[in-house]
Structures are given as structure tokens and as C-alpha cells.
């Protein structure tokens, strides 16, 4: 199964560390799309890249959120010295991002508990 | 702005019955792509069904179909012969192109769907 790949499914964090969140796209997928969803409420976007480039990172607090798309390798969501607040599930999608039809395909998503 | 409402939190049907989800949106553009994501507890987004803004007829895919109003810029969700496997979590979200020939997703809030025995 060549789908959306996040690892870890659960990640656990005590407050001031660093939470790395890695996705691999689905298979000819180069564009990457992260959410964050917080209980019960809906996905917040945060960032979109292409492969070596960030497209946008409107959603994406401008302190200790970090990402990036290498050439090779996985995507990785990374937050630093994490609060408390940070604690969410973490959902990354990818999409081919040819023109035309081509809805996003999601990871089975991180949830991130800060403690 | 663009925004995708789902003014309904929470719903239920009983199984067998049939049941819609409401979703308005707002955009000033003419070409984008409609979708509903189902959520069921296991987290996973399953994509139920989509619609294009060019196109005049209503999307179906089995027991899952849409009415999509686009001068009212409405885009509901009917689930028919409800089923307990339905019960989950359903976004409407709302895809657009961006003047740097990228797609921007936008999801609204959700609605949580009960599906009673």
C-alpha cells in the first residue's frame, strides 16, 4: 500500500522538548500539505510544500514551528521547546498538484501529547 | 475570504434513514472543487465524495450523494440506508487554485454524525 505515511502514530513530549513529525507522500505525490486538529474541532492548515520549497506557511506560528520537504526523504514537521498547547493530532496529506482533479490523500495522523 | 461553514455540530440518524449534512461556503472565484471527508474514530480521512464547480450535475458515489447549489454556494451531503459503519466525523472542504498555480484547501468545522440502531 503506497499511501500517506506519518510516523510517529503517537508521540509523547514533556514541555520544552522537541516534537519531530515525519510523512512520506503517497508514491508520485511531490506536494505536502500539514494540518493541525485540535479535539474536536476541525483541521487548521498550516503549511504546504513542495518538494525543497515552502509554497505557504500562512497557518504555521512564526516561532518553534519549523518545516521542510527534502529531495529525498520525508517531510518533517518539526516544534520546538513545545507547550502544553502544542498537544494535537497532526495530520500531513499529499496530492500529485497537477492541474485538474486531484484531492488531497491524508496520513493516518501523529498525535502529539505534551506533558 | 474563503470560508467553508458546517453550521450543524452534531446530527443523528437512525439506521436505514436517510440524512444531510450542510455545508455553505464563500469564495468569489468560478473554478474549484467541492469535497466531503469522513472521520471515523480510527482518525484516518477517507475522502466520500467530490464535486466540480463547472459541473451542473450532482455528484453520487453509492448511498453518498450531493446537492450542490452554486449561486447559494451550498454543498450538502446526503447519506441514504444509513448504516453504523457511518458514524463519524464528516468535513466539507473547498479546494481553489492560488495565482502562484497551487491549491489552497480550506476544511470547515466539522459535523459529528450518530448513526442509532
Known amino acids: 500500500n503506497a499511501g500517506v505515511m506519518q510516523n510517529p502514530r503517537h508521540l509523547v513530549r514533556r514541555r520544552g522538548q522537541e516534537a519531530r513529525l515525519r510523512c512520506s507522500p503517497m508514491k508520485g505525490h511531490s506536494h505536502v500539505y500539514w494540518y493541525r486538529q485540535l479535539p474536536e474541532e476541525g483541521l487548521k492548515f498550516m503549511v504546504y510544500?513542495?518538494?525543497?520549497?515552502?509554497?505557504?506557511e500562512s497557518g504555521m506560528p512564526k516561532e518553534r514551528f519549523s518545516a521542510e520537504f527534502p529531495k529525498e526523504g520525508p517531510s518533517i514537521l518539526r516544534i520546538q521547546q513545545v507547550v502544553r498547547g502544542d498537544s494535537a493530532a497532526y495530520f500531513c496529506?499529499?496530492?500529485?498538484?497537477?492541474?485538474?482533479?486531484?484531492?488531497?490523500?491524508f496520513g493516518n495522523g501523529t498525535r502529539l501529547t505534551v506533558t | 475570504a474563503q470560508t467553508v461553514t458546517q453550521s450543524q455540530p452534531e446530527m443523528s440518524v437512525q439506521e436505514a434513514e436517510t440524512v444531510t449534512l450542510s455545508c455553505t461556503y464563500d469564495?468569489?472565484?468560478?473554478?474549484?472543487?467541492l469535497f466531503w471527508y469522513k472521520q471515523p474514530p480510527s482518525r484516518q480521512m477517507i475522502l466520500v465524495i467530490r464535486q466540480e464547480a463547472y459541473k451542473q450535475q450532482n455528484a453520487t458515489e453509492n448511498r453518498f450523494s450531493v446537492n450542490f447549489q452554486k449561486a447559494a454556494k451550498s454543498f450538502s451531503l446526503k447519506i441514504s440506508d444509513s448504516q453504523l459503519g457511518d458514524a463519524a466525523m464528516y468535513f466539507c472542504a473547498y479546494r481553489t487554485p492560488t495565482t502562484s498555480g497551487t491549491y489552497k484547501y480550506i476544511f470547515g468545522t466539522g459535523t459529528r454524525l450518530k448513526v442509532l440502531a
Open positions: 469564495t468569489s472565484e468560478s473554478d474549484y472543487y
Open positions: 510544500l513542495q518538494k525543497e520549497n515552502i509554497i505557504d
Open positions: 496529506a499529499s496530492s500529485p498538484g497537477t492541474l485538474g482533479y486531484s484531492p488531497l490523500h
